[in-house]
C-alpha cells in the first residue's frame, strides 16, 4: 500500500459515518444467503485446540453455525474487544475473505473498525501457511482491541472454511 | 527563647500527629502499591466474597430461575449455571428451558444452548425473527414467543415452524435466595480503591483520609522546620 494509498484510508476512517446494528437476518439476506441453508460444525479436540491458538482463549461452545450457499461461505462470530463482545458477518468464497461487517459494536471506543475503508483490507484475505493474514491491516490508534479483535475472527473464519471445504 | 519553646512544642507535636497519622498510611500506602499494580495483581478480574469486605456494599440481588436441577442466573452481562459463568449474555436474562438433556437460555438478544452443563452454542435470537420475547416448552417441544403467539422452533434450520397452543406454566426469573447470592460485580479493585480513598468507611472515611494527607503535609513540614533550626 503506497503512502497516498494510505492517506485515503485514513481520510476515510474519519470521514464515514457510524453505523447502527445490523441484525444478522439482515446481514444473510445482504449477501443472499438462505437463512434454510444453515449447517453446523462439530469443533473436534483438535479444531477447538487450532481455534484456541487463533483467538488466544477457548472458543464459547463447542458448536459453530454457518451458512452455505453456492460455494459462499457465511459465519456470524463474535469476538470480545476491549471488554464487550463485537459481532462480526463474514463472507468467504473461493478467492477468500468476500466481505466482513460488523454486526454489533458494544464497547464505547473503537468503532472506526466498521467503515468501509478499513473493512476493505479484509476483502480478498487469505491464510499463509503460518496461518497469518497473506495482506496487512493497517491499525487504527485508539481502536487496538478492536483491530486485533477483526484480525482474529477473520483468521477464524477462514480457518473454518478449510476445515469445511478441505476434502 | 521564643524559637526554643517552637522547636518542642513542633517536636511533641510531631511525633503525636506522626503517630496518629501512621494507621492511615499504612493503609493508603498498601493499596496505593496494589492499585499501582492492578494488571499484575488481576484485581478488575477477581471478587471477594467475604462479607468483612462486602459489609459497605448494597447487596445486589441476583435475578435467576430453577429448572429442575439447575440454577441459572444473571450477574452483570455475564450468565451462570450452578455458580459458572457460562457467557456474556446481554441482560436481562428472560427465560430457560430443559428439554431432554439440552439446556436452553434466552437472554435479550442471545440464545445459550448447553447440554450436560457444556455450552454448545450461543446463538443470536434474531435470528429467528425480530421480537422473541420468551421461550419455554410444551409436549418436549422447545417454544418461542414472537410478539403474541408461540412458535414451534427447528434447532437445526433454526427457524419458527407452526403456532402453538400457549404452555401453561411460563416461569419467571425471580430474585434467588440469599445462599445463591454471589458477589459477581464488586471486584477487588473497587474494594482496594474505596479503602484508598477512604470510601469504605462512609463519608467520615473521606475525610478522615483528607486528615491524614493534612497531617502528613504538617508533619513534612515541620520536619522541615526541626532539621534547619538544629543547623543554626
Known amino acids: 500500500m503506497t503512502i497516498i494509498q494510505r492517506l485515503l484510508l485514513v481520510s476515510c476512517l474519519f470521514s464515514m459515518p457510524s453505523y447502527g446494528q445490523v441484525s444478522s437476518a439482515d446481514f444473510l439476506k445482504q449477501y443472499q444467503l438462505p437463512q434454510s441453508s444453515v449447517k453446523t460444525l462439530w469443533l473436534s479436540p483438535e479444531q477447538q485446540a487450532a481455534v484456541k491458538e487463533i483467538l488466544s482463549h477457548p472458543y464459547a461452545g463447542i458448536r459453530i453455525r454457518y451458512w452455505q450457499d453456492q460455494g459462499r461461505l457465511g459465519f456470524i462470530l463474535n469476538e470480545i474487544g476491549k471488554e464487550l463482545p463485537i459481532t462480526f458477518g463474514i463472507v468467504l468464497n473461493s478467492k477468500g475473505i468476500e466481505s466482513m461487517e ?3 459494536f458494544r464497547e464505547s471506543r473503537g468503532d472506526e473498525i466498521k467503515a468501509l475503508g478499513f473493512r476493505q483490507q479484509f476483502f480478498g484475505a487469505q491464510l499463509t501457511h503460518g496461518g497469518d493474514l497473506n495482506q496487512n491491516i493497517d491499525g487504527i490508534s485508539g481502536a487496538t482491541y478492536s483491530v486485533r479483535s477483526m484480525k482474529k475472527v477473520a483468521k477464524l473464519a477462514l480457518y473454518l472454511q478449510q476445515q469445511i471445504q478441505q476434502p | 527563647m521564643f524559637k526554643r519553646k517552637l522547636r518542642f512544642f513542633l517536636h511533641r507535636w510531631h511525633r503525636r500527629l506522626g503517630l496518629t497519622a501512621a494507621v492511615i498510611v499504612v493503609l493508603v500506602s498498601i493499596t496505593g ?3 499501582n499494580h492492578t494488571g499484575q495483581l488481576e484485581l478488575a478480574k477477581q471478587y471477594p466474597q467475604s462479607n468483612l469486605w462486602l459489609w459497605p456494599y448494597p447487596a445486589e440481588a441476583n435475578l435467576g430461575l430453577k429448572v429442575e436441577d439447575n440454577v441459572i ?17 446481554e441482560p436481562p436474562l428472560i427465560n430457560a428451558a430443559q428439554l431432554n438433556e439440552q439446556l436452553w437460555i434466552l437472554c435479550k438478544q442471545q440464545i445459550l444452548l448447553l447440554a450436560n452443563g ?9 435470528l429467528l425473527g425480530n421480537d422473541i420475547t420468551n421461550l419455554s416448552h410444551a409436549n418436549g417441544s422447545l417454544l418461542f414467543l414472537q410478539g403474541n403467539t408461540w412458535f414451534g422452533f427447528d434447532d437445526i434450520s433454526m427457524m419458527l415452524t407452526q403456532a402453538m397452543p400457549a404452555p401453561k406454566n411460563i416461569s419467571t426469573p425471580q430474585v434467588l435466595e440469599n445462599h445463591l447470592q454471589t458477589n459477581h460485580t464488586i471486584s477487588w479493585q473497587k474494594v482496594v480503591l ?5 470510601r469504605f468507611f462512609g463519608e467520615i472515611g473521606v475525610y478522615i483520609v483528607d486528615a491524614a494527607a493534612v497531617i502528613l503535609l504538617l508533619l513534612s513540614l515541620s520536619g522541615f522546620w526541626i532539621w534547619f533550626s538544629r543547623l543554626k
Not at chain 2, 457444556?118 to 434474531?126: A, G, T
Not at chain 2, 474505596?194 to 477512604?198: A, C, E, I, T, V
Open chain 2, 118 to 126: 457444556q455450552l454448545i452454542e450461543s446463538i443470536d435470537s434474531q
Open chain 2, 33 to 35: 502499591l496494589m492499585l
Open chain 1, 102 to 104: 460488523v454486526l454489533a
Open chain 2, 194 to 198: 474505596d479503602l484508598h480513598s477512604g
Open chain 2, 73 to 89: 442466573y444473571q450477574a452483570g452481562d455475564a450468565v451462570y449455571l450452578n455458580k459458572q459463568p457460562l457467557l456474556n449474555c
